[in-house]
């Protein structure tokens, strides 16, 4: 089993940055393809970005490419989502979820961090 906490998420203006943080517990990992999602009011959740943990290759929405980056500190077992330049639209709850890179659908899931980006 593994356990993800999210952090870092609040209230900035927009063109303000913000760093969030998910930090696994329960095991190593090694093998797994982490990500962050998010979910507007009144929208479904969107993929946002994810990271390969071994090797740090990571991809991201169109809408984030350039103004987020998403990163991992192994030791640490935490990934991290970088968020520059930040808009109104990117207010959400995000979360960040994990799956081994075997399978196709994230099986672990955080509780969330908001996120408000004010006009």
């Known amino acids: 089993q593994v356990q993800l906490v999210e952090s870092g998420g609040g209230l900035v203006q927009a063109g303000g940055s913000l760093r969030l943080s998910c930090t696994a517990s329960?095991?190593?990992?090694?093998?797994?393809?982490m990500a962050w999602f998010r979910q507007a009011p009144g929208k479904e959740r969107e993929f946002v970005s994810f990271?390969?943990?071994?090797?740090?290759?990571?991809s991201y929405a169109d809408s984030v490419k350039g103004r987020f980056t998403i990163s991992r500190d192994k030791p640490k077992n935490t990934m991290y989502l970088q968020m520059n330049s930040l808009k109104p639209e990117d207010t959400a709850v995000y979360y960040c979820a994990g799956r081994p890179a075997t399978t196709d659908d994230y099986n672990y899931w955080g509780q969330g961090t908001r996120v408000t980006v004010s006009s």
């Open positions: 990271i390969s943990w071994d090797v740090g290759f990571g």
């Open positions: 329960g095991r190593t990992l090694s093998g797994y393809v």
